[in-house]
């Protein structure tokens, strides 16, 4: 599952309007399918509002607005949270967070047996309420590394000033010294491969990027590929 959305304002009614025209405005593609840009971890919950683990009680469909004649739909998750890695200044304690409920709008299916962990990330609307949908990341709390369970209590929030550039194919370059290439596509066919689940992108000290692992950053793995 993975990535965000945006804000609502403040009336009732014109609240949940304003939602669904977020959702609406804020997602990618339109109205027929869900559609998500591949992003590294990291840039996700650095782009993220709120960022916690949680486990889902349980789950409701309500309207998304007060408005009679709207008939979008959204679910509702109740949840128990865990722990809270980003948004304290926002929000202390996460009770309900909600996500779209048809799927072309990216809508988020939890299993809400009070058991499972969620690593859950979001944004949080004007009226405090917790929006998801698959392009945050989110994912089952035992299926991350614990590189990335540690990631999460700063050393992703470190390299939020770096930027993370999909790799696709040979030549593939840094363009500017606050950049890392994420390659797991090249090397392995697949976008969450080993360096998206054990490192993180981190600024040093002289401005410039470099993937770390737990131990003094790399100098040139991941860094620069290019042909021969």
């Known amino acids: 599952m993975r990535r965000a959305g945006s804000g609502s304002p ?13 959702l609406a405005l804020a997602l990618p593609a339109a109205v027929s399918a869900c559609s998500c840009a591949p992003a590294h971890p990291q840039q996700l919950l650095c782009d993220a509002a709120l960022v916690i683990r949680a486990k889902i009680s349980s789950e409701k469909v309500v309207p998304a607005s007060d408005d009679p004649l709207d008939t979008h739909k959204m679910i509702r998750y109740e949840i128990k949270q865990i722990k809270m890695f980003k948004g304290f200044e926002k929000l202390k304690d996460v009770q309900y967070v909600y996500t779209p409920f048809d799927s072309s709008l990216c809508g988020v299916k939890l299993e ?21 949908h698959l392009c ?33 194919m040979v030549p593939c370059s ?55």
């Open 112 to 132: 809400a047996n009070n058991k499972k962990q969620y690593l859950l990330t979001g944004q949080i609307l004007s009226d405090g309420k917790v929006l998801i």
């Open 136 to 168: 945050n990341y989110i994912e089952p709390w035992d299926d991350l590394s614990l590189s990335q369970k540690k990631s999460l209590n700063q050393r992703y929030q470190m390299g939020c000033g770096c930027k993370i550039t999909t790799c696709y």
């Open 10 to 22: 403040g009336s009732a009614g014109g609240r949940g309007a304003a939602l669904v025209l977020a």
């Open 174 to 228: 840094i363009t500017a010294p606050n950049e890392c290439l994420w390659t797991d596509w090249l090397i392995e066919r697949r976008l969450y491969g080993h360096q998206a689940r054990h490192y993180a992108c981190i600024k040093r000290s002289d401005g410039t990027c470099s993937w770390y692992r737990g131990g003094p950053p790399p100098e040139k793995d991941f860094i620069d590929i290019s042909e021969p």
